[in-house]
């Protein structure tokens, strides 16, 4: 017992105290800035992996970007990253970044569905569903978790049983293996219900975009409540993202 | 047997120089080669070639870190049947699995020919995953339990059938697939080097550095690029931090599952020290954007050195001491002692690799068998245990920290990073008609990825393996005559991947 509380003491406090202003390292590549400089831009449209970047004006989507950094690198004075890791929305026009824009990004209330600002306004259960993706935002996930961040302390927790849960999560780019679970756990999740698109593959398949292996009709069925880029989001960029639905 | 074509880890050779051998003297020469206890099958699949599969077989002398080539040919007109090697080698089962499930090769006394991923281009197209075969005993006193594909957690999704008598696990068949998303094919579908990196780093996010490392290697291989010195050693520093984030990592898990909760909370924190280093360095927590072809975006520095020291002092001080104390309780003892045993023998049957290996008293690791960046310069000696349960995976992994540790301390003793490593290529030609391979050794184990390149140097062909390929077998035999509660920690103690084995 001494042992232990000796092991605490010399541990610290580890968690963070505000998820919403807490400070990540400056190299984390977050929310993008387009400066106003003059560029090849065709190049830059060429080489990003994912097509996230279109000319006229110069704009990236943050569905598609999976932060890779190579704009920035190779054309340092028209692109850079800053650290701030806000980056989720649920209106997808927002999650696309201009040329000259400065401002964070933004959710919007009016959008969302009023039986749901009603009923998950002080905790959130959720379900996740892992189809396709590479363990990468599943990892995060669960850091959201951990003593470090804490999510449990605002009432999010994720849940074994769809039966149980507020929504769902769905992490990677939806393989065609994985499609139909998905929309069994989807059905069995009672209503009203949130549908969330977190990381960058289940958002809009990021590499793995072109993939026939994938099967994405489902969300063409569905609407989606909440994006959370990143590749994988960050814990801090998941937890502010999902306080957006609760007080 | 002094005529085999050997390579060294990364390094190519012209396709047309593999010798290539009558089915028959394939099939002895791999039973003999086999029958030597420091030789491992590193990879075994067919490559289709216009009308005929050249079927190429790798495998690891891990006595004099030669990689041994083997080559046999299925014509045209030739039947589509071969005898199966596994019944005599185990530990091909999953490979034969493999290009029977891709090619719809059949391989004749094999016992088990069931599908592997149900991938995309699979040559069954009819069958579907939710057929699939399992393993039944028809007994009115055995019952199953199936669970999955989605698990209670976050975690990935897979298929367990358990055949119980009561609560005693007979059998466990682990049935694999729905993260397959089709990467080999996107590999050559997709033409920018870029893409194919970022490939390589997805293909199981936890083991970023260990993908994109054995990835860049291989084209490096192949456009005859030599990195520098400090590069290759900022490369194995990358590798090393990743195995010890995930080690402490699933240190953590291990203790929620015995419900330790001290141990749980302060092993994930100490994680987050050393994947938020990873991040300062490179911008990710999970080491992606780190590894490029022929260079690094961000060169590790001088300050970084300072500040990774630091981060290193106070996680050793505080791994030290919570291991010390956590590691002795008897609640964590008696839990994880003896239990999902699996012997030496059966190790070197189902040809595992990595932990699983080490934990079982073989060693293999390629870090030191078949070196690769740094690791000519800074050697590790692998940590083996010999008891194969889940106490020796538990342990392994605490070892395992340590010797990586100790790894970097004193490679920083040695080098400085005043001037920065190379910039990375952006476009690459290279050579035609050759096939590389690169060995790689992540934190699960060793990792293969293999090229082959066309007359014009395109990429015709492009092969991955993650160890979980031989190792997934290890955790359906430690489930053997346990009860089914045992379930949870022994998974926990593989950590197995479902994406790097889906592909
Ligand atoms: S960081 Fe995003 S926008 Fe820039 S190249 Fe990479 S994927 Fe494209």
Redesign the pocket.
Do not use: M
């Given at each position: 017992m001494l042992e232990e509380i000796k092991i605490m003491i010399h541990n610290g406090k580890q968690f963070i105290p505000d998820v919403r202003t807490s400070k990540v390292s400056e190299t984390f590549?977050g929310r993008?800035v387009i400066t106003n400089a003059v560029v090849d831009e065709q190049k830059?449209v060429e080489?990003?992996?994912?097509?996230?970047?279109s000319s006229h004006p110069l704009s990236?989507?943050?569905k598609?970007?999976?932060?890779?950094?190579?704009?920035?690198f190779?054309f340092p004075e028209k692109?850079k990253?800053t650290n701030d890791y806000k980056l989720s929305s649920n209106n997808p026009d927002n999650l696309i970044i201009k040329e000259g824009q400065t401002g964070p990004i933004m959710f919007d209330p009016s959008i969302v569905r009023n039986e749901i600002k009603k009923i998950f306004k002080s905790s959130l259960k959720l379900r996740q569903v892992c189809a396709g993706g590479d363990n990468s935002a599943e990892y995060e996930l669960n850091a959201s978790g951990n003593a470090n961040f804490d999510m449990g302390r605002f009432g999010i927790e994720f849940v074994a049983s769809p039966r149980h849960a507020d929504g769902i999560l769905v992490t990677g780019p939806i393989s065609e293996n994985m499609a139909e679970a998905l929309e069994i756990a989807y059905k069995a999740t009672p209503e009203p219900k949130l549908f969330i698109l977190c990381g960058v593959d289940a958002i809009s398949g990021g590499i793995f975009a072109d993939s026939k292996a994938l099967n994405r009709n489902f969300l063409k069925k569905v609407k989606v409540d909440l994006y959370i880029p990143g590749?994988p989001p960050h814990p801090l960029n998941i937890i502010n993202g999902l306080l957006n639905f609760i007080n | 047997m002094n005529n085999l074509c050997k390579i060294k880890n990364n390094n190519s050779i012209s396709l047309n120089s593999i010798p290539v051998y009558k089915y028959s003297d394939f099939f002895s020469k791999v039973v003999d080669l086999m029958g030597d206890d420091n030789k491992h099958i590193v990879n075994y699949f067919a490559i289709p070639d216009k009308n005929i599969f050249r079927f190429i077989a790798l495998i690891a002398d891990d006595s004099n870190s030669d990689i041994i080539i083997l080559s046999h040919i299925l014509e045209e007109n030739d039947k589509k049947e071969l005898a199966a090697l596994t019944p005599k080698i185990n530990a091909l089962h999953i490979f034969e699995r493999e290009i029977f499930e891709n090619y719809g090769i059949n391989f004749i006394g094999h016992p088990w020919l069931k599908p592997v991923r149900f991938p995309k281009n699979r040559y069954n197209k009819e069958l579907q995953i939710n057929d699939y075969p399992f393993y039944k005993i028809n007994s009115s006193e055995l019952h199953e339990v199936g669970v999955g594909p989605i698990h209670a957690g976050i975690i990935e999704p897979g298929h367990f059938r358990f055949i119980c008598n009561g609560e005693d696990v007979l059998h466990l068949e682990i049935q694999l697939g729905w993260q397959h998303r089709g990467i080999e094919k996107l590999m050559l579908e997709k033409k920018q080097l870029?893409q194919r990196t970022?490939l390589s780093e997805s293909i199981a996010g936890d083991t970023s550095v260990g993908h994109s490392l054995a990835f860049a290697q291989v084209m490096e291989t192949l456009a005859q690029i030599e990195v520098s010195e400090q590069l290759k050693i900022e490369r194995s520093l990358a590798l090393e931090l990743e195995r010890i984030a995930i080690h402490v990592g699933d240190i953590s898990a291990l203790c929620t599952d015995v419900a330790y909760n001290l141990g749980a909370n302060i092993f994930g924190i100490l994680r987050t020290g050393i994947i938020n280093f990873t991040q300062s360095w490179c911008g990710n927590r999970l080491g992606k954007s780190m590894i490029r072809v022929g260079g690094i975006n961000l060169p590790f520095t001088e300050k970084l050195k300072i500040s990774l020291l630091d981060t290193i002092a106070k996680f050793e001080f505080q791994f030290l001491e919570l291991a010390h104390h956590t590691y002795r309780l008897p609640s964590v003892e008696n839990r994880f002692d003896n239990i999902g045993t699996v012997s030496e023998n059966q190790i070197r049957k189902i040809g595992a690799v990595g932990m699983a290996a080490r934990m079982a008293n073989v060693k293999r690791d390629i870090r030191q068998s078949h070196p690769f960046a740094g690791f000519f310069k800074y050697p590790i000696e692998p940590v083996v245990l010999p008891k194969g349960d889940v106490f020796s995976r538990f342990l392994l992994r605490r070892k395992e920290i340590k010797s990586s540790i100790a790894w970097i301390k004193n490679m920083f003793e040695k080098e400085n990073f005043d001037t920065p490593s190379e910039k990375p290529k952006t476009s690459i030609s290279l050579m035609p008609q050759m096939f590389a391979v690169s060995l790689t050794e992540g934190w699960r184990g060793e990792i293969c990825h293999c090229a082959v390149t066309d007359q014009n140097g395109e990429i015709c062909f492009y092969k991955i393996k993650d160890p979980s390929m031989h190792n997934w077998k290890a955790l359906e035999l430690s489930l053997r005559n346990l009860e089914i509660s045992d379930f949870p920690i022994n998974n926990k103690s593989y950590n197995l991947s479902y994406c790097g084995f889906d592909l």
């Open positions: 590549r993008p830059l080489l990003c992996p994912t097509s996230a970047i990236i989507d943050l598609k970007c999976i932060f890779c950094g190579e704009c920035a190779r692109i990253f590749n | 870029l970022i």
